[in-house]
């Protein structure tokens, strides 16, 4: 069983910047591949990004490219998603997640862990 916690969310205006924490507890994090979904009001839930293991290697969805940055510190059992030059369409609540897959994953029914999610709002 893993759970997992995230936080950093909040109000910023556009243009701003907020770093996202998906804090790891249970069973061993560094064996998990981690994604961040996405899920704005009235849409789907969405693939924002993930990070591999062991390599670290990143994979962004089209829309944060060059905007996001996704890291992961095993020691501390903690995954980030740094958002840089936020925009109002990045409004959503943010879920981290594991899945058992060592590769990149963009379907969120391939991951078995989800935190509860947190919300960013984005001001125009």
């Known amino acids: 069983q893993v759970q997992l916690v995230e936080s950093g969310g909040g109000l910023v205006q556009a243009g701003g910047s907020l770093r996202l924490s998906c804090a790891a507890s249970?069973?061993?994090?560094?064996?998990?591949?981690m994604g961040w979904f996405r899920r704005a009001p009235g849409k789907e839930r969405e693939f924002v990004g993930a990070i591999t293991w062991p390599a670290g290697n990143t994979y962004y969805e089209d829309s944060v490219k060059g905007r996001f940055l996704i890291s992961r510190d095993n020691a501390k059992n903690t995954v980030y998603l740094q958002m840089n030059n936020l925009k109002p369409e990045d409004t959503a609540v943010y879920y981290c997640?594991?899945?058992?897959?060592?590769?990149?994953?963009?379907?969120?029914?391939?991951?078995?862990?989800w935190g509860q999610g947190t919300q960013v709002t984005v001001s125009s």
């Open positions: 249970g069973r061993s994090f560094s064996s998990y591949a």
């Open positions: 997640a594991t899945t058992p897959l060592p590769a990149i994953v963009v379907h969120a029914d391939q991951y078995n862990y």
